[in-house]
């Protein structure tokens, strides 16, 4: 399915309220509204779409997510938040802003987020609930807002004792946090571009993070078709992503459904030269 250049004065460019149990193969491509460009409803899973080029006022440039939501081998590209003026949690999500009014948690494997630009969360911005990130790329844009509070990942908790766990991910840009720091749960085999504001070097975390990765090193390709549903950006030959991953947290098959071809997880959301998916190994190994 596709839903194209939908606007809404309000919320939900594309769909508005309502409940929706998956969201499968579908395009969400310059939507608008005030809140929530492409959605502004509760639905569990997302697979293998794409939302790209979706703008917001206020919240959520692609989605506002109001109750436990899954996303997987998806990419958000270039969604906006066009009000880069305030820089407080009453607004933000560049992609997602995940707004429950209870705790609840977004799940978020195989996917790539791609320049997508909010002052507040340029991908993600998170009021309350629990976030994990398994085996995904984000990458924040060329030129994010003066002043951003994470051109990230934005964790302004206003519940208690959230849980931020993740592995296998790669984080191009900063995290921020509306008070203390909050230092993730579980980690493993992540790497930071730019810095550690994503708290990936607190003591009682696994040494395998890499943090202040030059994007020399990183050597990240453009997103492009590299295969399967979604265009995706795929690790080049030498980059520091290649077979870093835990494979004993790995996702597979990963965001273009292919296999683990060398026995070895690459961090985020592809695996370079990843293997038919055969039924016959579905854990990723021979």
């Not at 998956?22 to 502004?40: H, K, Q, V, Y």
Request: charged residues 15%.
């Amino acid at each position: 399915s596709s839903f194209q250049d939908n606007a809404a004065a309000v919320t939900g460019g594309a769909i508005e309220g309502g409940k929706i149990t998956r969201i499968e193969r579908s395009d969400f491509l310059g939507n608008t509204a005030a809140i929530g460009g492409a959605l502004n409803v509760v639905v569990d899973r997302v697979e293998d779409s794409t939302f790209c080029d979706n703008h917001a006022i206020l919240q959520g440039g692609a989605i506002r997510a109001i109750a436990d939501l899954t996303i997987e081998r998806s990419t958000f590209c270039d969604n906006l938040l066009t009000n880069t003026m305030t820089a407080n949690d009453t607004v933000g999500g560049g992609a997602i802003r995940f707004d429950p009014p209870v705790t609840a948690a977004l799940l978020i494997e195989r996917s790539t987020f791609d320049a997508n630009v909010a002052r507040v969360g340029g991908a993600l911005s998170i009021t309350r609930g629990d976030l994990r990130l398994r085996g995904t790329t984000l990458v924040e844009p060329a030129s994010p807002p003066a002043g951003s509070l994470g051109t990230l990942i934005r964790y302004g908790v206003v519940s208690s004792t959230p849980t931020w766990s993740l592995s296998n991910t790669l984080l191009i840009g900063t995290c921020s946090y509306t008070s203390t720091p909050l230092d993730p749960d579980v980690t493993a085999n992540n790497i930071e571009s730019g810095g550690d504001t994503c708290r990936l070097t607190s003591s009682f975390l696994p040494i395998a993070n890499q943090v202040n990765v030059p994007a020399a090193s990183v050597m990240l390709g453009p997103l492009a078709d590299n295969g399967g549903p979604t265009q995706t950006r795929l690790p080049l030959a030498g980059s520091a992503m290649i077979n870093a991953g835990s494979n004993s947290s790995c996702i597979v098959p990963d965001q273009r459904d292919l296999l683990i071809a060398d026995g070895n997880c690459d961090v985020g959301a592809v695996e370079l030269g990843g293997g038919p998916n055969d039924a016959l190994f579905a854990d990723g190994f021979d």
